[in-house]
Every structure is written in C-alpha cells, then in structure tokens.
C-alpha cells in the first residue's frame, strides 16, 4: 500500500526558511501529480503548491515568491522550500500524491506542523 512520510517541519521566525520533504513508497507508478496542502486551525484544507509529472507547477497566490515545489520522479520524492515565512504560514503541511490509473488514486501523509513565530 501506498504510504507519504513528510520531514522537515518545524519552529522558524517569520522571515526565516524551512524545507519539507515527502517520500512515497509501496507505488510501482509515478504519481501523475504531488504536491503539500495545509490546514491551519479552524479553517479548510488549501492548497500550497502541487507538480505534475511533466513539471508544470501550480501555488496558492499567498505563497508565490516565497515557496518553491520540486520533485525527484524516480525516487517518487517531493520537496517544499519555504522561505520567507510568516506567521500566516503557520499550519499542519500535508503531503498529496494522485495517481490516475482508470481512476483517480489520492493519498495523504500524516502531516508536519509548521509553526512561524513573529
């Protein structure tokens, strides 16, 4: 089965960096996409920022500039690079994997904290 383990969470200031990693395993696939969602307290799931297999990138308007995605396809590794921070970025990062294979496959990592100090 399918399993995300994400790293890299952690206590930083605002205006400082930290870098999130997300390894997958038990997928004989590439993931069509993968990408981080994050959750703040009280409020919805929302998207950060997602790549496709092809390389094409999608972020959340708050975040561009600041945060940059990058993959490793053949280890089925996604990166976040956070830089920038504010305290509005504080929130439990998810790890997103989508396969399509007759359907959509969609898998989650347990999450890491992000907390951004002022």
């Known amino acids: 089965q399918v399993q995300l383990v994400e790293s890299g969470g952690g206590l930083a200031e605002a205006g400082g960096s930290l870098r999130l990693s997300c390894t997958a395993s038990g997928s004989r696939f590439r993931f069509n996409a993968m990408g981080w969602y994050r959750q703040a307290p009280g409020k919805q799931r929302e998207l950060v920022a997602v790549?496709?297999?092809?390389?094409?990138?999608n972020y959340a308007e708050s975040v561009k500039g600041r945060f940059a995605i990058s993959r490793d396809n053949a280890m089925n590794m996604v990166y976040l690079q956070m830089n920038s921070l504010k305290p509005e970025d504080t929130a439990v990062y998810y790890c997103?994997?989508?396969?399509?294979?007759?359907?959509?496959?969609?898998?989650w990592g347990q999450g890491t904290q992000v907390t951004v100090s002022s």
């Open positions: 997103n994997a989508k396969l399509i294979n007759l359907r959509v496959y969609t898998y």
């Open positions: 790549m496709a297999s092809d390389g094409s990138t």
